[in-house]
């Protein structure tokens, strides 16, 4: 099939390859049989190979079930493949799967939120491209609605087609009269490569100091207690003259130590990886995002399906000024290995502040702005809960004090130290948590160690939620929960407490943008 195939209504099929990629999963698990197989009859395997097919009756069965499982497996996916066609019927885009069960699924263009694509190491080697398409469906926010594995030139001519459509439909501005989208020829985009072509990617220095930003201090303590106690024990072994003793225990402690830190370090690397090249550039209407070494991703994200923008500070960058940048919208985020939708790399608050209003003018101004803290009522609220919990941990602190008299120093001092730690995570969520409403955004901030600061435009949000129990009644506060257009990990978002009178203030706000965005339909 060629690219100018492509912008003709006709029907066509995923490239061939992703009938492998499909399979790739099932070839790891029978390889994990075959190999658990051999090994429990090692034996078996190697009379099999001495004398032939007369030895090894009980490995031969398992290898040939296997085999005829793997065979069926790859004549099924042959068929999902031959009898699934893809096609765009005016402003529609069909998948059709005609295999035991006839389904015909049929998606508005004009509801698509954006179209991108992504290429993995196999991918990249065979020269095709997955294109991964999301609609604006609270349903569905946290998956990817239709994944089409293309050849790259092809790949490219689908993603202008369906691009020129969405913006013949956008400018119609329901005029009538006017020509009808599958009328006009569509377009041709650049994509996301030549947007980005003269765009500069983070430079390494710039991905470790994000990954030192964004790693997690929980790794770094676990390192260190391990350094501690491989020391203690061995201090310990040497002082009562087992030197033998203490020289395996540092060995053993020493390979736990190891293990922990290459784990941290991979987690770095992974990131390194993952973002490797980062670029990302404002033409016109759209944001064009690409990164990615080992798996290249690109994304083309129109800026009015941008629900929200979210700054995240980490202990440590929180500590120095410095914070990155994601947005909250559908298609990012979706993948279970890709949780983040970034949007810049940890820098300067103030840099990243200059980058967001050349990059998001519609939310310029919202890194300068300030929430207002939670009522000092809900000191009150937590003393109530605080109370409750303390007298069941201190209840379970007795007994166990009780039954071991010898750790009873132990238990009482891992008890004051939780307490004093429960204490302090509460100072510091009060003095982060907070909520402020301006004209157009909902400002929300989180945290406790870290901060999150996440703005959300009024019109995008789907539903409120107002939560109040009867002593935040009693001392009239309320907490709520607003529900978004985003991946799992951020379709919910939690509001802190606030007055009462904030309320109907976002009820007022809200209702006013909804109404606002019927009349520019």
């Keep these: 099939m060629e690219g100018n195939q492509m912008m003709k209504n006709e029907r066509f099929r995923n490239h061939i390859s992703i009938v492998a990629e499909r399979m790739g999963k099932g070839f790891v698990v029978i390889l994990a049989l075959l190999v658990g197989g051999i090994a429990q009859n090692l034996g078996e395997a190697a009379e099999l190979a001495e004398h032939g097919m007369k030895a090894g009756r009980e490995i031969l069965p398992a290898m040939l079930a296997a085999l005829a499982f793997l065979v069926l497996l790859t004549v099924w996916q042959i068929l999902i493949w031959a009898r699934t066609y893809i096609s765009i019927d005016g402003t529609t885009l069909v998948i059709e799967k005609n295999t035991l069960n006839r389904k015909k699924n049929t998606i508005g263009i004009g509801n698509i939120s954006n179209v991108n694509t992504e290429q993995n190491l196999f991918e990249m080697l065979i020269g095709t491209c997955k294109i991964k398409i999301d609609t604006n469906s609270l349903s569905t926010a946290d998956s990817t609605d239709v994944k089409i594995v293309l050849k790259r030139r092809e790949a490219e001519a689908l993603c202008g087609r369906i691009t020129g459509i969405m913006e013949e439909l956008a400018g119609r501005n329901g005029q009538e009269g006017q020509t009808a989208p599958e009328m006009v020829p569509a377009k041709r985009q650049g994509g996301v490569e030549e947007a980005l072509r003269d765009t500069p990617g983070a430079s390494l220095g710039t991905m470790f100091v994000h990954g030192f930003y964004q790693a997690s201090l929980l790794s770094a303590l676990i390192v260190i207690l391990c350094l501690v106690g491989t020391a203690a024990g061995a201090a310990e072994s040497l002082s009562k003259g087992n030197i033998g003793r203490s ?129 000092k009522q809900v000191w009150l609220l937590w003393l109530v809960r605080g109370l409750i919990w303390t007298l069941l941990t201190a209840g379970a602190a007795w007994i166990a004090a009780v039954i071991w008299q010898e750790y009873q120093i132990w238990i009482l001092a891992a008890e004051a130290l939780l307490l004093a730690a429960a204490g302090g995570m509460l100072v510091c969520r009060y003095r982060t948590a907070g909520v402020g409403v301006s004209e157009e955004f909902l400002l929300i901030s989180s945290g406790y160690m870290g901060r999150r600061f996440l703005a959300v435009r009024f019109g995008k949000i789907q539903y409120l939620q107002i939560k109040q129990s009867f002593l935040a009644k009693r001392w009239k506060m309320q907490k709520g929960t607003i529900y978004l257009l985003a991946a799992a990990s951020d379709r919910t978002q939690n509001i802190p407490y606030f007055r009462e009178a904030v309320s109907e203030q976002l009820k007022t706000c809200i209702l006013k943008r909804k109404d606002k965005a019927r009349e520019n339909l």
């Design 247 to 375: 020289l395996v225990e540092l060995l053993a402690a020493g390979a736990v130590v190891i293990f922990v830190f290459l784990s941290a370090v991979w987690d770095l690397l992974k990131g390194f990886i993952q973002y490797y090249d980062f670029k990302v550039k404002r033409k016109e209407d759209k944001l064009y995002i690409s990164y990615g070494l080992l798996k290249k991703i690109s994304y083309t994200i129109p800026v009015d399906k941008i629900n929200g923008l979210k700054l995240t500070q980490s202990f440590q960058g929180r500590l120095t000024g410095r914070c990155m940048a994601e947005i909250l919208n559908v298609g990012m985020g979706d993948d279970q290995e890709e949780k983040k939708s970034f949007l810049l790399l940890y820098d300067k608050k103030a840099k990243n502040a200059e980058r967001i209003r050349e990059l998001l003018p519609e939310f310029s101004g919202v890194t300068e702005w300030e929430t207002q803290k939670q009522p």
